[in-house]
Nanobody, 126 residues
Framework: QVQPVESGGGSVQNGGSLRLSCAIS????????LGWFRQAPGKEREEVAH????????YDADSGKGRFTISQDNAKNTVYLQMNSLKPEDTAIYYC???????????????????WGQGTQVTVSS
């Protein structure tokens, strides 16, 4: 059973920083996608970033580009989201997710994420 478990959420002031962590257990595939998503009140869930477990290539959504950095520590089976210059509009529940990688001639891609954590609240006050 694959189980992502997030930690590191909290409350910060506008312009502050937080680092989210997600420990993932039970993934037998050595190559997979790890992602961060968020959902603000009354809004759809959106992807923030993802990373390929092998190779470390990343994708960053426009919402966090230049401010958020996804990284991983394969030895600890942990993925991180460093968030800097936080804004009140970043307030949301942040979810970690894991899923399989698909292949196509253009290169690998993340299949729909199958495994989700319980979420961690991030609140940014103005």
């Amino acid at each position: 059973q694959v189980q992502p478990v997030e930690s590191g959420g909290g409350s910060v002031q506008n312009g502050g920083s937080l680092r989210l962590s997600c420990a993932i257990s039970g993934y037998t595939e050595s190559s997979h996608c790890l992602g961060w998503f968020r959902q603000a009140p009354g809004k759809e869930r959106e992807e923030v970033a993802h990373i390929y477990s092998v190779g470390g290539n990343t994708y960053d959504a426009d919402s966090g580009k230049g401010r958020f950095t996804i990284s991983q520590d394969n030895a600890k089976n942990t993925v991180y989201l460093q968030m800097n210059s936080l804004k009140p509009e970043d307030t949301a529940i942040y979810y970690c997710a894991a899923g399989d990688i698909g292949g196509r001639k253009e290169g690998p891609f993340c299949r729909p994420f199958a495994y989700w954590g319980q979420g961690t609240q991030v609140t940014v006050s103005s």
